[in-house]
């Protein structure tokens, strides 16, 4: 069997090869301008020098956890940990370098060719880090799996998650951070005290501004789907066992290990293929043909779990638990858009009680985020369900095992996913060089454009991260069910009522401590800027230039200090619930990390998205359009959005993996202590 | 035994006598000028107004419930739920009918001899709506009891809870969706586009937000903490039979059941105590007399209850939990003090936050509201901890028993804590008063000094409400297994984690709800003050009379339309759940709801709480002072803030009550079907 455990590392290789060929056809197109170049050259600057340090921070905290995973756990677990770790490192700097080589060549395509070729270098590089995630997420899983015998990986598997857990928290948390402080700084002071436009080069925080899009919504971003990429696939693998007990001899542990495996190899496959068919028509909307691409990657999945369900399980219900998590994710990113998109009422509202001042802007943004909650909640409940008892007629027991595989089912495309997410930040980039290059209106119009769909398409995204994440955690709290051999975890139990409580709590205060970080860091950038324009009036009439560099430092370092205490709340909360109150307790906290979380992440993400879109439809004209009071409105609506949207929310979706990964982890702990008190 | 219950009416009929005694007290005193007696006849009338016709869309409400009650589970049920929603009723009529007497008084003390005799008038008009909701929930239940054997007493006495839900909801929300509508319509026309002072006589709208305190903030607050007192005796009640068994003959049922009705009688005595010796002193802050009371009220009931303990239950560790919930009820008092008064660094942050915009404000404030989530969980946690593990050592199996214990503690002191709280609007409405009837400026300097130590009490009382709520929600949700007779609700079982993900859902549905009814009817009020201002030059410039009466109408009209809805939906959610998924998944989405609803009820609540005071502590000269740009940032907050504090936020905890309640009621319904898909 171990022979299918190498298909999927084929697979992996062959994602890889296409991202690195895409990498170098966009790497081969025209860079444009000296100015273009250079300005280009300081985005890429600035985001390796974030990433580089982070991950020296990071490199501590990792050196710590393997200790500690290797004397309270096992030092198997602990190499898993940083080679889960180390893989999520090099995801996120080929994607992120391929994408600051992306940017600046979209714009150069907008000017030379036009549309199309913009929409085609966009994507591509879009989709190099999309690869990325998931070659390299699944080839990490393929050789622990091709290397160590079975009962090693179900015991182990799971530090390899706790490696990409762990990276992803600290990558999300300290690219959010870092772009938010860099976009807020730059807009309440450049746009609303100055009065220049967005991206204008005489803002001293445009650079740092541009930094952020590549290690917060490219970077941070594809560590958070990576990590919800392999946690899925290792909760299944860790439900193996029960599943196959639960089959009655139908299949063995070891095929139920690989077949998420092999279905993760058949996304990837079928992600290049709908990568490779999204090419835009000249006049017509690109977000078509990225819709198209989705919709083909799917299609595939779908078409080959059926048969595949069958062959290698023996049953056809599997099929139905992997198309339900699919649906469930094209459902929930759905569903954002329309809560989301200017083109729909709820924006629109927003909008029209903007005319009454920016309280009822943020009051209708408000009820738009907590509306929005509703029916993704709805469909992911209809998800678990479906999952849970389709597997659970092939044998009493199944259905956590199916659930896992409803996880499996929304993420087999993550290589599409994240390649349509990873696009908007890269168009986003290239519009900024535009304006900073001075390129003319229509190459401005185009990246506009190609901007304005990857809005809708990031907004997508994060709900479909927040779904992915939802599904991901319940199923390796399944898994930490099966850890733990606990056989019930009743609410009925005030210690599991306790945990609920502090659980339900914790996504509360985790961001507050991020919405409080973005501010602090946006405060700074703020004082930075308004000095800069005080001790040069040249900077302003643009005559002198501005220090960028000292922008991109404050980022970095205000980034960088804020991101420890969220980061090791998320680890040593479960582990001191876990110790103190004992598993149950944990079991409890979990449960409520993650209803609260799911929801506050929902709200957060789409108020923020909702607002965004609110400014952008009153500056199409509607209400005043852009320097009226509904404008204003809308612009304080946007600016309260933006941590919501790609700072706290986003972070809520590690923060409840993360908890989780670390509970499965030390649970023979946990378990061994039976808790201190409770 | 029957002699204990009789005592207990008893104690509540004292209570009810000195109520009356205090309201003709308070009846006796002068009104002052006829301009005042006017001004404060518009209120009254208004008011009633306002709570006749919100009482005959409930008595429909009421009708179609006591049909369903009476068909699907018992006519006596049905009966007793009729008695406990009309004893809500009453006490609303009473408690808001002195406060109307009140209001003019306290303006007109204020006036004729000084802060002592203003705050004694304020304080005892609370009063009389703490005796009447206290005094008149405890002689209901005392009745039933007295009235009724054992047996039908704990199974049907879930229907007096029942009845004062779902008026206490209707309350809450039609009255906070009333107050904030008037509210905000009136600042944003009034204050920010007009430019005249709060309560300023030209204000079409002043009438109407200050009808809104009293139909809001006295009657509203005051069928809530009605609920959550008999919530937390039923509770108890219906937990004696399992707290008899597992006591191994130490005290009979009986025994159990009253014993929680006893500690309400010493509970009501000892805030009469508390009640009668609250006294300003000239030129004190007026706040060190309301704790005092408030604290020798405590202090009463944890002596006694340590007496009790042993003497009817046998063991000091019955009081160990009546006192844990008092303390928790206090900690959560101060620690909301501590994160919405300006005398704290969260305020202040906010405050200086202001100096960057309005959007920086609501960052700043939503992150406080996060952040103050923490310690009431942690508090209200150890409290469950202390409650359950104490009786626990008294038998295994009484842990449920002392968890609704800790929720009678926490509440016995209601008639003092609702006087605390009442005395805020009363203040609020003489100050009002006072600028309407253009009294001297040192008049208003004492109803300002009184009103703003009402902010923080109110601010308080929110904190206590959302913390009793939810001991009182888990109490029954306790009773709800014991009813169910579920062993066990595992976080295992997925329908459980479905039922979860939707209860969660709820409190974010139901505040979205909410807040765009106040969204909605603010407009209506904005438009109309404009249409007045617009159509008569007269209004402004102080030469002819606005139309009060028409704005009354219009949040009257605006908030019974608005609260239909969502109050539908708290009754009709777990019919839902239960019917189609069963038991178990009600179970779970009790639980999800609870701890999300918790939650979202703090953080909204201690938002708003500390937005309020930043504005305050803006406009006392800091960052610029009134008129300044950090002001019109602090004044934006305070906007938002208001439907958080005053609608959604504490409309909350009635949700999370009454879906508990409904759940109880129906649970044997819901046992018979089994959940349709579930």
Same mark, same amino acid.
């Given at each position: 069997m171990k022979a299918l455990a190498v298909i999927a590392v084929l697979a992996a290789i062959v994602g890889l090869v296409v991202a690195v060929v895409l990498a170098m056809w966009i790497k081969n197109s025209d860079q444009g301008t000296d100015r273009m170049k250079e300005i280009s050259g300081f985005i890429r600057e600035g985001a390796f020098a974030f990433l580089k340090r982070e991950y020296k921070i990071m490199a501590i905290v990792i050196a710590v956890l393997f200790l500690l995973i290797g004397i309270c756990i096992g030092w198997v677990t602990a190499i898993l940990y940083i080679f889960g770790a180390v893989l999520s490192v090099l995801a996120g700097f080929f994607g992120m370098n391929v994408a600051t080589w992306g940017n600046v060549r979209t714009a150069n395509a907008a000017k030379e060719s036009g549309m199309n070729k913009a929409l085609k270098i966009a994507f591509r590089s879009g989709a190099v880090m999309g690869l990325a995630v998931s070659g390299l997420g699944l080839f990490g899983l393929g050789i622990v799996v091709v290397c160590l015998d079975l009962a090693t990986v179900t015991q182990c598997i799971t530090g390899f998650g706790f490696g990409a857990s762990s990276m992803a928290l600290f990558g999300r948390v300290g690219g959010g951070i870092y772009t938010k402080a860099a976009d807020v700084g730059a807009d309440l002071v450049g746009k609303v005290e100055a009065g220049i436009p967005e991206d204008d080069p005489r803002n001293p925080a445009v650079i740092a501004d541009n930094v952020g899009d590549n290690v917060g919504d490219v970077a941070g971003m594809g560590s958070d789907l990576y990590e919800s990429y392999v946690g899925s696939m290792i909760s299944a693998i860790t439900l193996a066992a029960v599943a196959a007990a639960a089959s009655g001899g139908l299949f063995t542990q070891e095929v139920a290990a690989l077949f998420p495996l092999i279905m993760a190899a058949v996304g990837i496959l079928s992600s290049i293929v709908g990568i490779l068919l999204v090419r835009g028509k000249e006049g017509s909307n690109p977000a078509n043909a990225l819709n198209m691409g989705t919709y083909i990657a799917a299609g595939c999945v779908v078409i080959v779990s059926i048969i595949l369900s069958k062959a290698m399980l023996g049953s056809f219900m599997f099929a139905v638990a992997i198309i339900a998590g699919l649906i469930v994710g094209v459902a929930i990113g759905k569903i954002t858009e329309i809560y989301t998109? %200017?083109? @729909?009422s709820s924006v629109k509202k927003i909008a029209e009680q903007s005319q009454t001042g920016s309280a009822t802007t943020i009051i209708a943004g408000l009820g738009v985020g907590m509306m929005s909650t509703v029916w993704p909640i709805l469909c992911i409940s209809v998800g678990i369900f479906a999952a849970y008892f389709a597997t659970e007629t092939v044998g009493p027991g199944m259905g956590m095992y199916g659930i896992a595989l409803a996880a499996v089912g929304m993420l087999s495309t993550t290589g599409m996913t994240v390649a349509v997410d990873a696009y908007g930040p890269v168009s986003d980039n290239a519009g900024g060089i535009a304006e900073m290059a001075e390129l003319p209106a229509e190459v401005r119009e185009i990246t506009d454009k190609l901007d304005s769909v990857g809005n809708t398409t990031a907004a997508i995204g994060k709900g479909f991260a927040i779904g992915s994440a939802a599904l991901t955690a319940l199923a390796l709290f399944a898994s930490y069910s099966a850890v733990t051999k606990l056989t019930m975890i009743s609410l009925l139990n005030p210690i599991v009522i306790i945990g609920l409580f502090i659980g339900a709590m914790l996504p509360f205060m985790f961001s507050a401590f991020t919405m409080n970080s973005v501010g602090r860091a946006a405060n700074q950038m703020i004082e930075e800027v308004r000095r800069q324009f005080r001790a040069d009036a040249g900077i302003l009439a643009g005559t002198s230039k501005p220090d960028y560099a000292h922008c991109v430092d404050i980022s970095t370092k205000a980034a960088l200090k804020e991101m420890i205490v969220p980061g090791l709340m998320a680890i040593i909360a479960p582990l001191a619930v876990g110790i103190i109150l004992g598993p149950e307790a944990l079991g409890g906290m979990l449960a409520g990390a993650l209803a609260s979380g799911v929801l506050l992440a929902l709200m957060m993400a789409n108020a923020g998205g909702a607002w965004d879109n609110a400014k952008k439809y009153i500056e199409?004209?509607? @209400? %005043? %359009?852009? %320097?009226s009071e509904a404008h204003k409105a809308g612009v304080v609506g946007d600016t309260v959005g933006d941590p919501f949207k790609d700072t706290s929310g986003p972070s809520i979706n590690i923060l409840i993996k993360l908890m989780t990964i670390v509970s499965v982890v030390f649970a023979p702990l946990f378990v061994a202590i039976g808790g201190l008190i409770g």
């Open positions: 998109s %200017g083109d @729909y199409e004209g509607h @209400y %005043g %359009g852009k %320097g």
